[in-house]
Nanobody, 128 residues
Framework: QLQLVESGGGLVQPGGSLRLSCAASGFNLEPYAIGWFRQAPGKEREWISCISSRGSSRQYADSVKGRFTVSRDNAKNTAYLQMNSLKPEDTAVYYC?????????????????????WGQGAQVTVSS
């Protein structure tokens, strides 16, 4: 069974850092681009980052650019989202997913509908 499991969420003060992990089980993550999304209370889920299958292409939403860094370790079948300089508006449930549409290894024009096998989500709360 294809499964992604996020971990590393928690409560952090503004300006702090967290690193989320997205571990795959039951399948090899390597062929797939990985997308990171988040959903804040009362808001729709939004795309925030994507990393291509080999890690050569990384994309970020403007809201996180310069503060978040996406990476992957295919040998460990895991992707990561390093989040620095966190702000209260970063509070959300964070999800990872694999690209399931055409061009599964690419981050070309990522849309939520291009991704599947969603993880259960990791809560990130930024508050003093």
């Amino acid at each position: 069974q294809l499964q992604l499991v996020e971990s590393g969420g928690g409560l952090v003060q503004p300006g702090g850092s967290l690193r989320l992990s997205c571990a795959a089980s039951g399948f090899n993550l390597e062929p797939y681009a990985i997308g990171w999304f988040r959903q804040a209370p009362g808001k729709e889920r939004e795309w925030i980052s994507c990393i291509s299958s080999r890690g050569s292409s990384r994309q970020y939403a403007d809201s996180v650019k310069g503060r978040f860094t996406v990476s992957r370790d295919n040998a460990k079948n895991t992707a990561y989202l390093q989040m620095n300089s966190l702000k209260p508006e970063d509070t959300a449930v964070y999800y990872c997913a694999i690209r399931t549409s055409e061009g599964i290894g690419s981050c070309f024009s990522p849309e939520e509908t291009d991704f599947g096998s969603w993880g259960q989500g990791a809560q990130v709360t930024v508050s003093s």
